[in-house]
């Protein structure tokens, strides 16, 4: 039959074969090696693409969350102040100290400024109004907070020496939101153990706090001569200083990847016979392990943008209620990241996002360090050989180690040599 005559077949080769001096064996481990190889190189590559992808968009963003997301935990509503909200402010309180003089004779930039930043511990320390980019919520965001008291405000709380204002209103006739939504509590802004000064506002997009800032410029300084061109010159300052800021994070979380990026498509090519030489495998090794590094500094400095601020900053309330919840604070005051001040279970939009955000990064990374690991695997028979061309007379093989171990007892049955 066929199978008959196929082990015929068979047979008569592996005869021919001995016949002729050579050695057949039932499968080439050349074809299947190459095979896996490029299965491996698919899979890093596709790893490492939506790992990269994941972390550039993460590190992009991390530093540039829209504030309107900000103002949306502040007030309740997405809206951020302009030009006629500082003007409301300034007029009511030169009406409230009986300002004597004309519009604005009353209303200075340090003053204005300071107030401003009056929960910024390092301003407030060191009496610095150079920190408008770190500024509180309330100078961003156009309502106040939904449970603030109607008829007071944070002047006149800050006149009867309250140390926590928050919450309160800007002036009298500021509004609340008119959805009457409720809102989250931010907590106050540290200066940190290097004194440098984070917080929310700090992930904030910087155009978006250039914009809110010129406004306020051009409230306080409209009638002292400033001209068009020395307002965007000092609106350019703001956002110079904002960028910079945010410039040496922003360029650990990126650069990472794409060293990640550069050296998968090196190690790639070493496949090809055009560059499985020096120098394209050592220079694939150096960038992928460089990533690596990178990669662990990036998680390093993701923990301290986002997990660490949220962690000190906020509490968890869960399903606990009164006497240890009230109006979205935990009993000791630490702002609930969900509960808003109706008491409604609902997640600090800002918070949510500042976490998604984070974990995307992580996630991304995990998965740029599994592609990695592939693609160092793909050029290990190359580290090898090289290693054995360059330093194999000056290392001990395995072959070349006394493998005759001389026992301290005699073995069982026998006696001692």
């Not at 695997?377 to 061309?389: C, K, P, R």
Request: negative net charge.
């Amino acid at each position: 039959g066929p199978r008959g005559w196929q082990a015929a077949g068979k047979g008569l080769r592996q005869e021919r074969g001995a016949a002729s001096g050579m050695v057949c064996v039932e499968n080439c481990s050349d074809g299947p090696r190459a095979i896996c190889r490029i299965l491996q190189a698919i899979m890093a590559g596709l790893f490492l693409f939506v790992g990269i992808t994941m972390q550039l968009w993460a590190g992009l963003n991390i530093n540039d969350i829209s504030l309107g997301n900000l103002c949306s935990a502040y007030a309740g509503n997405d809206a951020a102040m302009e030009l006629s909200d500082f003007n409301s402010i300034f007029n009511w309180y030169e009406k409230e100290v009986s300002c004597p003089g004309g519009l604005r004779t009353c209303v200075s930039y340090e003053g204005a400024s300071a107030f401003f930043l009056g929960t910024n511990q390092l301003a407030s320390s060191s009496g610095r109004i150079d920190l408008m980019r770190y500024a509180d919520p309330w100078f961003y965001c156009k309502y106040h907070p939904t449970n603030a008291e109607e008829e007071d405000t944070c002047y006149h709380k800050l006149i009867r020496g309250e140390t926590d204002v928050h919450p309160c209103k800007l002036w009298p006739d500021q509004k609340r939101d008119p959805d009457g939504e409720g809102n989250w509590y931010i907590p106050y802004q540290s200066t940190g153990g290097a004194g440098f000064q984070r917080g929310a506002i700090f992930h904030i997009n910087c155009y978006d706090k250039k914009r809110v800032y010129g406004a306020y410029l051009r409230s306080v300084f409209d009638n002292r001569g400033w001209s068009d061109e020395n307002f965007k010159a000092a609106e350019n300052e703001f956002l110079g200083a904002c960028v910079i800021d945010k410039g040496s994070e922003g360029f650990i979380l990126v650069i990472g990847p794409i060293l990640a990026l550069l050296g998968g498509v090196i190690t790639t090519l070493t496949m090809f016979k055009r560059f499985h030489g020096p120098p394209w495998p050592d220079l694939g090794t150096n960038l992928l392990l460089i990533a690596v590094i990178l990669l662990l500094v990036g998680f390093w400095a993701m923990s301290i943008a986002a997990t660490n601020e949220i962690a000190n900053g906020y509490a968890f309330c869960g399903d606990a209620g009164q006497p240890l919840v009230n109006q979205g604070k935990w009993y000791d005051n630490t702002p609930c990241i969900d509960r808003d001040s109706q008491n409604d279970k609902k997640w600090n939009p800002f918070v949510s996002h500042l976490l998604w955000i984070d974990s995307c990064y992580v996630g991304g990374g995990v998965l740029t360090f599994i592609a990695t690991l592939m693609y160092l695997g793909l050029i290990s028979g190359f580290t090898e050989t090289m290693m054995s061309e360059r330093f194999g007379k000056y290392l001990v093989t395995l072959q070349d180690i006394p493998m005759k171990i001389r026992l301290p007892f005699p073995p069982a049955g026998g006696s001692r040599p």
